[in-house]
């Protein structure tokens, strides 16, 4: 059957279409996106805004004649932080699903952190043995590790790419002030989740996902020929960490000239290198493999699951 997922992100409003049997590989078909930055649309106290609302239903629009066109046979709609801790985030969800026509999934961030970790499980497979995971979104930052399909420890904190830009890196450039705040920022909010980490075994793999880490490590990870065409990556903490002032330095609009960093992830990228260099130092990560399977993938796979025990 034709399955589709459709991720209301911080970010994106993104669908993912693929061909889907029980006990085979979703194969993909479709990708579509509409770049939203919902961080950008809240007001002081914290709801979105009338602007902020109705990007979100062109978007979901959009998204839901595209899954007409492509054949989808059944459509997942899921949100995720930024719908989710909004002030008006009831009302938003309710006109939400008036367009789609359906219930709205909307996803903790615990819950966000093990449909990833079932994601890049299925991916790297049982002999990777015990695996640390990164997921960095525009509203949240997931860290999970377990050996199993479901994590051992899932933990979710705003810490998201969009959300450090706009609260701490607004200007541009932001000067290294400001990229220290939010350094010593996202070390005390990640300082409790190490140490709760720190009681799991080591992890034989460690493993970035999400648009965000798969660009810095196009951009800071070794230099191999056919990087682009190849499925994983490597990103070392010690050349993210000699990216970051540079990307700091040059102008948003410029740094979709870089490799790896496309015009969607030019306005939070530095607040997203500055998080993961912060993540991987806390944990005690010295380089991680890149995911191309994520959220959405584990979304994805739930439901083929779902449906076989149902069928």
Excluded: C
Aim: proline share 6%; net charge positive.
């Amino acid at each position: 059957m034709r399955l589709g997922v459709l991720d209301i992100g911080s970010n994106t409003v993104h669908l993912l279409v693929a061909d889907a049997r029980p006990g085979g590989r979703p194969l993909a078909t479709t990708s579509e996106k509409s770049v939203l930055r919902l961080m950008r649309y809240l007001d002081d106290r914290g709801a979105i805004t009338d602007a902020g609302v109705t990007a979100i239903l062109r978007a979901v629009r959009k998204a839901k004649r595209v899954a007409a066109q492509e054949g989808v046979a059944e459509l997942v709609a899921t949100a995720t932080s930024a719908v989710r801790e909004a002030r008006n985030g009831p009302e938003v969800i309710a006109r939400i699903e008036d367009v789609i026509g359906q219930p709205l999934q909307v996803l903790g961030g615990a819950d966000e952190a093990r449909l990833t970790f079932l994601a890049v499980r299925r991916w790297f497979g049982w002999s990777a043995g015990r695996i640390l995971l990164f997921d960095i979104g525009g509203g949240s930052l997931e860290i999970a590790g377990g050996s199993e399909e479901l994590p051992q420890a899932a933990e979710s904190v705003p810490l998201g790419a969009g959300r450090m830009t706009i609260g701490f890196l607004p200007k541009a450039p932001p000067g290294e002030r400001a990229l220290e705040r939010l350094r010593g920022h996202a070390a005390e909010v990640l300082r409790p989740v190490a140490k709760r980490f720190a009681k799991l075994p080591r992890p034989d793999h460690v493993v970035g996902s999400s648009k965000t880490i798969r660009s810095l490590a196009r951009l800071a990870g070794p230099r191999r020929p056919g990087w682009a065409e190849m499925e994983r990556g490597m990103l070392p903490r010690e050349s993210l960490a000699s990216w970051i002032p540079v990307l700091a330095r040059i102008p948003a609009t410029a740094r979709q000239e870089l490799p790896g960093i496309t015009a969607d992830r030019t306005f939070q990228i530095t607040a997203g290198a500055v998080v993961l260099h912060e993540a991987m130092a806390s944990l005690g990560v010295e380089e991680l493999e890149v995911s191309p399977w994520a959220l959405r993938e584990g979304v994805m796979l739930r439901r083929i699951e779902e449906l076989e025990i149902r069928g």
